[in-house]
């Protein structure tokens, strides 16, 4: 760039730090933390390459510029392509089951919850005198409904409370 621009007064150097110190800040806040998974790291990576192509079209380098858009939309259609058709999606559930501690046994119950089409992250028993809270974090294929879990788990005998939330991915 200074080969382009032999002004003394002018200099193309600091106008793109200030969209790579503009571009961190946009890009800090595109990502987004939850629960078990990151969101957004295409759109900030999209974010980066459009500064860049801005940056070349600004500096009259067309060619590059076409070029980097061109892959960037082949790279883009390929992996949604794929991802749709190979990777499967999932979406995180948090089951909340709180029992009567003298109608159930716990291993029936968790027994009944280990039988569910789930992956399990996380489980956490609380007790008391009267009651048993189970709270389990699971990892859910999007082809499995909640409904099919809050029933499979209302079969098991004298159930108190059953809660299901979920997160999509």
């Known amino acids: 760039m200074p080969n382009l621009y032999a002004s003394p ?6 106008i793109a730090a200030q969209v790579v110190s503009w571009i961190w800040f946009i ?12 969101k957004g790291l295409t759109t900030a990576a999209n974010l980066w390459v459009t500064s860049a192509i801005w940056l070349c079209v600004w500096t009259w380098m067309y060619l590059i510029a076409t070029l980097a858009t061109l892959l960037i ?4 259609t390929v992996i949604a392509t794929i991802k749709a058709k190979y990777v499967k999606q999932f979406r995180y559930c948090n089951i909340k089951v709180d029992i009567n501690k003298n ?5 029936k119950l968790i027994s009944a919850i280990d039988k569910l089409p789930i992956k399990i992250m996380s489980k956490n028993i609380k007790e008391n005198e ?3 809270i189970i709270n ?5 294929k999007s082809d ?3 409904y099919f879990i809050h029933n499979q ?5 004298k159930l108190a409370i059953i809660s299901i939330s979920e997160n999509m991915i």
């Open 9 to 14: 007064v002018w200099d193309p150097a600091r």
């Open 27 to 38: 890009w800090a806040w595109v990502i987004m933390k939850m629960w078990f998974s990151t």
């Open 73 to 76: 939309l082949f790279n883009l």
């Open 103 to 107: 109608k159930l046994s716990l291993k």
């Open 130 to 132: 009267s009651h048993i």
């Open 136 to 140: 389990v974090t699971s990892k859910v």
């Open 144 to 146: 499995i409904n909640t």
């Open 153 to 157: 788990l209302r079969k098991t005998d």
